[in-house]
């Protein structure tokens, strides 16, 4: 009995071992699995955007100067303890962006200097309440100050620049307000913690703009034109898959395979944010490259305005894409033509105005295309007019005519895309095109009606291989039409 | 002459004089009108939202709390310099809701803990390396935690949770590393330091939790339902608009005014990163209310998703009623009294999703209005098989035929919500509504084509106001059709 009992607590000690020693063996491989996946996240995230990578470094350069600053007795005995402020200041301020790294540094420099000076006239004036008035005075100067900044965030205006600004006012001005030291030293303190600040803030600006700087700027000037061209891919795909010329006795309006250039657009349904907080740095930043201080950023969000407009009725069309209805050809016939050069023409303006924003030049080509699909819009028109439908079923269709309706839509969106990358084209003096002198005929621009409506299919291939190489090119490459 | 030279120094002076003391009496003019505008910014941005007004004086009171608690010098003498800690926690700790207060407190909390463990632990291994490798060795740390943590932020959960916590961990890891101290001397400052962070973080969190209470779980709650609520408004006006009866030879399809229930949906349409962030600091919050710790916060942000993919195909339909385009009688005829149905519907449908939502109770009410519209878009459809337009100018007819197509997809996006709202209310275990027992009548929910699609226009006008004096009741107010 006592065997048997020692045997089967024996044997369950067995049994608990051997699962420990599972779980512990299978330990390792799960521990693997894991790391492989955060190495391979992380390789994947330094691939998009190599410029985090540098950003790292940048902040690790700047950490570990101040550091050694600071370290070093010589310089450490020069700033007391108040040497530890670079440091934080590194840490909190240096950003992404040049225009939020010099955003967050010039605001902690002049919400330190405003409230260190407040601080003291505040801290004197409740000196004269007497030991006994004195800590109630400056708890009420406190109260009110921290109530009527931590409001003042609300405004939207001082949310979006001033942010962290007030944030240090309130810091500071209670900091300097209830250390009770004496006036003098106050100034002592507040002159070393104003020197720190600087040295931090410096280091961070000096490194943000000299090494591998990151410019809101352009960011946003890329996003805009990135996502006008986004919207350019999906159009010009959906007009050659939906509006394919029937062959297998398949009557278009189907898309063949589910591409991911008609799922791009996606993106640009939700940029507002990114784009409004990208204008907002690009205000602090100086000129850089092609930029001059004081670029027209605000206009980018009136296009970024349009372009997502534009993007809501993709999504519309995209829907309607999806139901999946057939068409009776003869309806097709009729409609075909128009609706896959709107599509494609608006496409290719797109892509005109998206190269123009690219290479600042004037986005004088996408008037031609706009053109273009404005002629095909009156052909539509023309067509349906004409069309005798004796025995027609409305009931078929309907999400042809809804699709054709949609995109005269964003033919309209598209030709007020135009117009303001004109204006931000006049406003940020975009370079004037040179027309080519070997071709004779000029295309007759902002002349209805004069340009061929019929879209020759091998021509137009030809024209988006020519463009998208040339958005793979270098920013400055030849316009698209010059090349056609 | 001397007389004359002197009498137009003076006139002159006299002129000089007048001009100053005219731009000096404008002066406080202009002051006022700049006074009296910022006063009436702030009257407005505290009457949009009072808790504005009372988070300025909870974090003023936070703020005077830790304040007085260092100037009293005998908890001055207890804490020495690291008292200011306190401050500049609360200063940074303190936001706008108890989720994102809380999120950066326990941020702050733990970052430094960890932080200064390792801190510590580095620099006693860095003292292995004599005096003179010391500061290199510690350089080398700071250097590789400092970028190895900077990337990390870019990781987009980690971005999300945890981004706060990273910059507290950089922080105080290069403070303690570099500060030179000896052990003992570092686990006292460690120890100070952290008991300063507890006392300025856990004043935010009581004061924040406890008085007067800014959920974010409860915002986003609201945020989603009233978002639904817009959509309907929209629908429901754009249905009693868009196809009213014609009366006065005027053919419908033209809204008589801007109304302003027409431009309410536009919020939704860019609301995608609030919403985010709401559920972000939501997860961190506890059970308030009627919401228990692990509330479903994710599935509001599907709920909203789906909301602003209609919103979206409102944004085209809206496109479509501005294009001001007349339809001929006869085929308005055919299409209108389905399309106001499903519009009315829809948006009734949506209005008591948004009741549900609010109440807390099944949205049982919902499906009755959602078989309606179902039961206008056979309707439809079978009235647009049935018609014969031989004359018929199919031009004409495009926007509207553009108009009901766009409908039946909103139809389509208001099931999909219901569907995710009914997900909701099983995931947080929305109370049953108990069906009335006065009515021997229930409507036979689920069961397509019982219900009557003809509507009568006093009625829906009197279900109209109903629902919308319930909204502006209590949230624990009567379903809609518990009064019908």
């Given amino acids: 009995m006592e065997i ?3 045997a089967a607590a024996g044997e369950a000690k067995a049994g608990l071992f051997t699962r420990w020693w599972g779980w512990l063996k299978a330990l390792p491989g799960k521990f693997n699995t894991k790391v492989v996946k955060v190495v391979k996240g992380t390789i994947k995230l330094g691939r998009d955007d190599p410029r985090r990578v540098t950003h790292s470094l940048k902040v690790a350069l700047a950490l570990t100067l101040v550091s050694l600053l600071y ?47 407040l ?41 979006a620049r001033y942010d962290y600004g007030v944030l240090i006012f309130i810091l500071t001005f209670s900091m300097v307000t209830i250390s009770g030291y004496r006036v003098e030293e106050l100034l002592e303190m507040a002159h070393e913690r104003l020197l720190t600040i600087i040295i931090g803030g410096g280091t961070c600006m000096i490194i943000s703009v000299f090494l591998c700087p990151v ?43 589910e591409d991911s ?51 809501y009725q993709i999504e519309t069309l995209n829907g309607h894409i999806n139901s999946n209805v057939q068409v009776p050809p003869e309806f097709l016939q009729i409609i075909q033509d128009s609706c896959r050069t709107m599509s494609i023409e608006t496409g290719k303006a797109l892509k005109a105005l998206a190269i123009a924003i690219k290479t600042m030049k004037e986005p004088k080509h996408a008037c031609e295309h706009l053109e273009k699909s404005k002629t095909a819009v009156k052909d539509l028109k023309t067509a349906l007019k004409a069309a005798s439908l004796e025995n027609a079923d409305i009931l078929a269709i309907v999400p042809a005519v809804a699709v054709a309706s949609i995109l005269v839509e964003i033919v309209k969106g598209a030709e007020k ?17 040179v027309e080519p002198t ?22 137009s291939a030809h024209v988006i291989i020519t463009v998208e ?12 039409s010059e090349l056609v």
């Fill in 4 to 6: 048997n009992e020692l």
């Fill in 71 to 117: 370290y070093w007795r010589a310089l450490f005995d020069g700033f007391g303890v108040a040497g530890i402020w670079a440091v934080l200041t590194v840490v909190v301020v240096f950003e992404f962006t040049v225009g939020a790294t010099l955003s967050k540094s010039l605001n902690r420099g002049f919400a330190t200097l405003l409230a260190g000076a």
């Fill in 119 to 159: 601080g003291v006239g505040a801290q004197h004036l409740a000196s004269l309440f007497g030991e006994k008035g004195e800590p109630i005075v400056l708890g009420i100067f406190v109260f009110l100050l921290a109530a009527a900044s931590t409001f003042s965030r609300f405004f939207p205006r001082i949310k």
């Fill in 215 to 257: 410019w809101a700027g352009e960011d946003l000037h890329k996003l805009i034109a990135s996502n006008i061209e986004k919207l350019a891919n999906c159009l010009e795909g959906f007009g050659g898959e939906y509006f394919q010329t029937p062959k297998d006795g398949n009557c278009g309006m189907v898309p063949k395979n």
């Fill in 261 to 311: 250039f008609l799922q791009g657009y996606k993106s640009v349904l939700n940029s507002k944010t990114t784009e409004e907080s990208l204008a907002n740095f690009a205000a602090w930043e100086p000129g850089h490259g092609r930029f001059k201080f004081r670029h027209p950023w605000k206009q980018y969000l009136k296009i970024g305005a349009l372009a997502r407009q534009c993007a």
């Fill in 417 to 433: 895309i135009s117009k303001s990358v004109h204006e931000l084209s006049e406003l940020a003096h975009f370079k004037e095109v």
């Fill in 438 to 459: 070997v071709s004779p005929e000029k295309p007759q621009l902002l002349h209805r009606g004069s340009v061929n409506p019929v879209l020759l299919d091998g021509e």
């Fill in 469 to 480: 190489e040339i958005l793979n090119m270098a920013p400055k490459g030849p316009e698209p």
